[in-house]
């Protein structure tokens, strides 16, 4: 049984905080899991039952976090996963959020139902992509693709794993709270759309015809779902289970991460996301063989917290802690973090 730490990380503390400072529907939204909130409650605990075995008689004075995010280079191997309605964290909402990912050199993935527009987020300059849907009749989606193309995104992010939003318990709140100004910003003849429920290789053909966008495919837990996403043509595979917000009882990604590495063989990056809240998070997720990772209600409640600046302490704080354990681990940097890790022997805590 872990030690109860006396003190405790800023990073542990910031989901009490945002707590505390959010009113409960937006709390309780930006939480919750679907259905009874199984793989939700199981993210974190899944990355801590890997246990670190550190490389001895290494050169670690030079730690280098720089990070190529398909082809720009990022300061760092993580970035913010597409989360909605962040203007209910903060008034500055997506705004906020990615002045801090500008300030601090780090990838932001904009939701589809985001709160801000392409035009105010490409002002900030940092670095977006667009996470996408595609709905029933495609072309619905042609005009918010194209727009985020004239306005800089570097890449599509195709979520897979929502064919349909997966139910979550005590949802109403939220959305009675939400001014209607605030939903739809770039969704245009989409926003009502159904969502398509035959996702295939021709979406992301078309979705690199229609954007010259890279795709990268988000929502991925499978070897066999990795391989067929590398077949239809994704830039990169994105381990994630949505946070627990779609198929409840759907596996950790922490579990998930390394058989999906081996079978995309270095063929495209692979990234995760889901309940990374520390640097030796950070590093396990690295050394179970992630190129990147991403971090979804993390950056939320730092939003929350202290807006932009809020963020900023988030990201540095983060590679602070990421740049101990590497050290500790004997890696100068997220690519000799590889093979670090390993399951915990059955039975250990
Ligand atoms: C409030 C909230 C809204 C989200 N909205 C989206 C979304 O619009 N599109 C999407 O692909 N994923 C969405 N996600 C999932 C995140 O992109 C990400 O996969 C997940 O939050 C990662 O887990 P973490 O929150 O433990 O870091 C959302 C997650 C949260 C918490």
Redesign the pocket.
Known sequence: MALPSSGGSWLASLEDEACRVLPPEVYG??RQGARDGTTAAE?VAAWERYRLVPRVLTDTRAVDLTTSFLGTRSAVPFGV?????QRAADPGGEVAMARACAAHGVPM?L???ATATFAEIDATGATWWL?AYLPQDRELARPMLESAVEHGAGAI?L?VD?PVVGTKYDDGAIWSATPPSWLRVNLGPAADAPKARDLGPADFTWLHEVTGLPVVA??VLSPGGAAAVVVAGAAAVWV?N??G?QLDRAAATADCLAPVVDRVDGAVPVYV????RSGITALTALALGADAF?????P?YALAVAGTDGVGRLFSTLTDELTEALVLAGCPGPEAARGVARAAPDGAP
């Open positions: 939204y930006y993210a996963a597409p989360t909605t309605l993935v939701s589809s139902n996470q992010v979520t929502t988000k929502g994630s949505h946070g917000r996301d889901g309940g990374v991403f971090l979804g209600r993390l939320l």
